[in-house]
Structures are given as structure tokens and as C-alpha cells.
């Protein structure tokens, strides 16, 4: 297939190049829109808790690029034949209570038929031109902050076979179903030079695309990022995602593991995320401070996970 014509209109801050979270318009010297659209399938039952995650997920997007989500449509694929129409109504029920949450408005939305439920938004924020967090920009000295665990990807699988507890699950969801908002505020007050959320590629995919547009090699503490319970366990016993071995696949020849690990131990950091953390690059002085404020609003799972060091072959180092 041939490579699409860019844009070249100048109001578009951010566009395709760089596989960025969002889209970036410039309105005025003041304002520019956030653009985004994501939606998934249930990784659970229960339809309200589905339309939180959806939801989560999508914002997600905007708190990822520095903004703040003002508007959301409904996307949603749902098939009426099976289900009831009380569950579509909680899925959006469950969604809106996270809008309203992120402080934005439904505006509306589109419902088509479908084999299985599929939910997300399309979400419009508004962010400072000047102020707009990217993917790349991370720079030599730079520390790297991850603001929730990894791990939802198996947990998800896991427990369709009936492995993981009870207990186990409903962290997750938690984890899951709150927003990035005040991480992204909390980060607001500090220099952060990228950013990211870390969603279906994994941990490895979104630091690889995070080094490769910078670059730069992220290098990584394994035992620095937080994990959510039993998800290690889980790799252990042999579980895995359906999309593990692509998301490795893709940054395969870009990183390597210094240490010798059993290969369940590295399936983490392939471990495809839904509505997971962001993870920025900011200065090296900043780095406490910055951690310290986030754990004092309430972002307890944050973690200092890494360093940005000079390129030296490889997008990414797991240490």
C-alpha cells in the first residue's frame, strides 16, 4: 500500500508521523484541540464496569498529550439479537459516569450492529499549543515515571480460565477504571519532555516507539515497575494474550534483556494494556519531586522505572 500524502496544514501540531496518542489542532495562539477515538471489546461481563474501562481508556488519550478532555461521542458495536438492550444502557451508563468524572459532556454518539460488543469514544480536549506533551522529545539524563502497573493483559486471559482471585481481579479493574486525569495534572507542574500512555502494544512497544522517535535507548529497572498482583504468577503457569508474541515481534530486533530471564519473565513487558498509566521522561532533577507529588495525590503505584541514556543500538534496555 502506498504511503498516505501528510498534511501540511501548520495548525496540525500533530499528525500521523509519529504514531502519537492523539491528533493536535491548532484553533488559536491559545487553544488546540485534542483528537481522539479508541474503543475495545468487554474484557469483562458485567456491562457497567465494560463501559467504565472503554471509557477510562479513551480519555486516556487526551490526559497523554497534556489535555483536558471536553467532549465525548459514543462508539458502540452491539448485537441486539443476543443481548438485552438494558446492557447497552449500562455500558454507556458506566461510560458516562467517567466522563463526567474526566469533568467533559456526552455529546451524542453512533450505535451500529455488530457480531460482539464493542465499545470506546471519540474524544475532543483542549491543550495549550505551546504546553503539548508528545511521544517523542525524551532527552539524555532524563528519569522515566510509570504511573500505574502492567499485567491486565494476562489477568484478563487468566481469569476466563478461572485462575486468578478474586481479589486480584477487582485491583485490576480498580486500577483499570481510574482515570489518568490526576496523574496528568499532577505531571502538569513539572517539565515533562515526552509522554505517553501505555496501552496495546505494552510496555516494550510504547518505550520502543517513545526511543525511536526521540533518539535515544530507554533503559529499564524490571524490578522498578510495578506489576499488578498475580499477573507474574500467571505468565509463570504458562497464560499468555493473543498479542503477546506480535508485540514482541515488533521490537524484537530494538531491545534486549541484560540479565538472563526465564522468557515467562520477560512476557511482561509485552503484556498488552487497556487503560493503563502514563509513562513520561522529565528531567533528572525533577524526577523525586514530581514522584513524591504524585504519590501525595493519591497515585500510589507511581514509579521511577528507568533512564533516558544516548543511543547505543538499541531502542530499549531492560535491566
Known amino acids: 500500500m502506498a504511503k498516505l500524502p501528510l498534511n501540511a496544514d501548520p495548525n496540525l501540531l500533530v499528525g500521523t508521523e509519529t504514531a502519537d496518542d492523539a491528533g493536535v489542532y491548532r484553533l488559536s495562539d491559545d487553544i488546540a484541540l485534542v483528537l481522539t477515538a479508541d474503543y475495545i471489546t468487554p474484557p469483562v461481563d458485567d ?35 443476543q443481548l438485552p438492550l438494558e446492557s447497552l444502557q449500562q455500558i454507556i451508563a458506566g461510560a458516562l459516569s467517567k466522563i463526567h468524572e474526566a469533568g467533559a459532556v456526552l455529546a451524542g454518539g453512533h450505535t451500529t450492529e455488530d457480531e460482539e460488543p464493542k465499545f470506546g469514544l471519540s474524544v475532543t480536549g ?121 508485540n514482541r515481534a515488533q521490537v524484537q530486533g530494538h531491545l534486549r534483556f541484560e540479565r538472563e ?21 522529565l528531567p533528572a532533577e525533577q524526577a523525586e519531586p514530581a514522584l513524591e507529588a504524585l504519590h501525595a495525590a493519591g497515585i500510589e503505584a507511581a514509579r521511577l522505572v528507568g533512564e533516558v541514556l544516548p543511543h547505543d543500538g538499541a531502542c530499549l534496555r531492560f535491566r
Open 261 to 281: 530471564l526465564p522468557l515467562w519473565r520477560q512476557e511482561i513487558v509485552f503484556d498488552p494494556q487497556t487503560s493503563g498509566g502514563l509513562l513520561a521522561a
Open 126 to 246: 483542549v491543550v495549550h499549543p505551546d504546553k503539548v506533551w508528545r511521544n517523542v522529545g525524551a532527552q539524555v539524563g532524563d528519569r522515566l515515571i510509570l504511573t500505574k502497573p502492567i499485567g491486565s493483559g494476562v489477568l484478563f486471559n487468566a481469569n476466563r480460565k478461572g485462575y486468578v482471585s478474586e481479589a486480584a481481579l477487582d485491583a485490576c479493574l480498580r486500577i483499570l477504571t481510574t482515570l489518568n486525569r490526576r496523574a496528568a495534572e499532577v505531571l502538569a507542574g513539572f517539565s515533562v519532555h515526552a509522554c505517553t500512555d501505555v496501552t496495546g502494544f505494552g510496555l516494550a512497544g510504547h518505550g520502543y516507539g517513545m526511543a525511536k522517535g526521540s533518539g535515544i535507548t530507554l533503559a529499564i529497572d524490571l524490578d522498578a515497575v510495578p506489576v499488578m498482583d498475580e499477573a507474574l504468577a500467571m505468565y509463570e503457569r504458562g497464560v499468555t494474550t493473543g498479542v503477546n508474541a506480535t
Open 47 to 81: 456491562p457497567y464496569l465494560f463501559g467504565q474501562v472503554a471509557a477510562a481508556n479513551a480519555l486516556s488519550d487526551v490526559y497523554a498529550m497534556g489535555g483536558k478532555p471536553i467532549t465525548a461521542l459514543n462508539l458502540a458495536g452491539f448485537p441486539s439479537d
